[in-house]
């Protein structure tokens, strides 16, 4: 079991799972480092609870406020602020990083932990979909904390050939009954509101839009090494069921939990061996009567058409397809975009703007910057 551990996003809705899983097991695990963006007040309540020895702003205007925050606190770790510490955060000396921060802002840092030797629990699937090559190869070691992934991870045998297809459970989004008409006054607010699961602004709008699936499939392919053609989605509203692998004898093996992150954090963060969850955790059988199977409607869902696209096409595409979807995302939480425009602008992004393949971390950046500069341009103009 690691025992050293370091929570790149403390601060979010992964990290809150993670200070829950490390408050149980105060005496197996040491924190190494915890960042958050601009959170002060609950990055200082994490640093009290869990006591890292170095707590980073990667937001630098808030160091004053942490500093100030950090004197009349408890615990009084090292601290750290920005980019630089950011790196400090991923490098310093850890058996595992949680790599949980949002967006293409994590892919760095998650490559800074992944050389320096630590084993990757790995929240952040953006960096997975802009740099999947880079990130495999650097990595000694990632373990999905992306519940399908975990799940899949969980019951994957590894000898490829006998695998039929991964499939990728989802809810199918808190849009999943309405029709396209209805889907046209859709607001931030609703989109927020996921059936399921109580997560992040981002990812609760790409829930909402399933362009959360489209990258979970790209992340499923970098992380398994699986062609397109292997990787399947079915909608499963009930998501007790959080992926499964059908192999070619038949068998269909599932991974089964309650519908919450503690369970694959926990499983990440404890890996090889399993700790017990508190009795909140535990699946009853007797709350879930049925549990319903159906396909994914590709006509109200385009990303999902748009995924198989950059599924068979090059890295470049994939890193234009995240970042339109990033900048679309942040449009409509600022009610400058309608929700039906997301997957539009996405479309539009990918036909203006074609890359060469990038050779290095660089080029993955400076084709990010150049697709968020194109798809900005796009919204100015229909906004
Ligand atoms: P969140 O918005 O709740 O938290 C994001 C974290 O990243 C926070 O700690 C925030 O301070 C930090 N952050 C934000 N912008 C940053 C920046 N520019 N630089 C450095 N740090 C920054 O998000 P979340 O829901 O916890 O999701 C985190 C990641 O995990 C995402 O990639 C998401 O797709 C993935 N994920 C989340 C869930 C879930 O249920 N929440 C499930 C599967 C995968
Ligand atoms: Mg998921």
Known sequence: MPSRITLLGATGSIGKAACEFLQNYPDKFDVAAISGHRNVARLVEISDLLKPELVVIS????FDALKQAVSSATHQPRLAAGKSGLQEAATIKADRVLAAIVGAAGLSPTLQAAKSGASIALANKECLVMAGKFLMQSAHEILPVDSEHNAIFQVLSDKPNE??????TSSGGAFREFTRKQMQHITPEQAMH??????????????????NKALELIEAKHLFSMPAEKLKVIIHPQQIIHSMVRYCDGTILAQMGVPNMYLPVAHTLSYPHRLPAPAHHQFDFTDTTKFDFSLPDKVKFPALNLAEQILNAGQASAIIFNAANEIAVEAFLQKRISYLAITDIITRGLDEYHADEPKNLDDVILIDNKARQIVEEIIKKID
């Open 163 to 168: 695998i039929k297809e991964i499939i990728l």
């Open 59 to 62: 937001d630098e205007n808030y």
């Open 194 to 211: 996921h059936p399921n699961w109580s997560m992040g602004a981002k990812i609760s709008v790409d829930s909402a839009t399933m362009m």
